[in-house]
């Protein structure tokens, strides 16, 4: 069974520290996606990557940053959290167009993040 | 204007009942379609997905895509409990960086009494 999965479900943190959010998949999957869930605003994507050491800005960047040494982990980083940070996070990935499928993406479990 | 537009609901209806989600959307570049199940404190997971307009089944879920007017709708039959999620309608669009990326509607929660 195909998985992403999000190295912690919940996790609490102070203002100001450095947060690293974890994301692996073992789908050989070139496309990987982080989002941010919140109520009434639904999932806004903060930055993706189509290839290794590769990243784009999504519609919310600001504040994070993302690094993908390997094709299998994405991992997003909170350089200074803030509680408006305070979300659920969600990693997602999906194939390359070269590879041909329905491009739906599967979605790890998500991250419960609270900055206190 | 929003490129896809979802009502949040929240939507309850009782067990049996035909339960209809729908979403609209203003880009016509839209392509795929495909509609999101995510239970609570859950990733969301694929449902359903379409290409054409018309409709598809899989099981007790319809798929619909009307692409004229730019509207799309999942239906459930025989509703049950464990229906009880949010659903989320996304679309696919070639987004100029060599692949693909989904637009999500805001979802639906939906809950179905016993």
């Known amino acids: 069974d195909v998985k992403v999965t999000q190295s912690s479900r919940y996790l609490v943190k102070r203002t100001g520290e450095k947060v690293f959010l974890e994301c692996v998949q073992d789908?050989?999957?070139?496309?990987m996606f982080w989002y941010r869930q919140d109520p009434g605003l639904g999932l806004r994507l903060i930055y993706f990557s189509y290839d290794v050491k590769m990243k784009e800005k999504g519609d919310i960047p600001e504040g994070y940053s993302v690094s993908r040494e390997k094709k299998e982990r994405f991992s997003l980083i909170l350089e200074s959290a803030s509680t408006n940070q305070t979300s659920m996070y969600l990693c997602?990935?999906?194939?390359?167009?070269?590879?041909?499928?329905?491009?739906?993406?599967?979605f790890g479990s998500g991250t419960r993040l609270t900055v206190v | 204007q929003k490129e896809v537009e979802q009502d949040p609901g929240p939507l309850s209806v009782p067990e049996g009942a035909i339960v209809s989600l729908n979403c609209t959307y203003s880009n016509s570049a839209f392509q795929y379609f495909m509609w999101y199940r995510q239970y609570s404190r859950k990733g969301p997971e694929l449902l359903m997905y379409?290409?054409?307009?018309g409709n598809k089944e899989d099981g007790r879920f319809t798929a619909q895509v009307d692409k004229s007017s730019k509207y799309i709708s999942l239906f459930i039959r025989d509703s049950q409990p464990s229906d009880s999620a949010t659903y989320l309608c996304?679309?696919?669009?070639?987004?100029?960086?060599?692949?693909?990326?989904?637009?999500f509607g805001k979802g639906t929660k939906l809950s179905v009494i016993p």
């Open positions: 379409t290409y054409s307009s």
């Open positions: 997602a990935s999906s194939l390359g167009d070269r590879r041909g499928s329905n491009y739906g993406y599967t």
């Open positions: 996304a679309m696919r669009t070639y987004s100029g960086a060599g692949s693909y990326q989904l637009t």
């Open positions: 789908m050989d999957h070139e496309n």
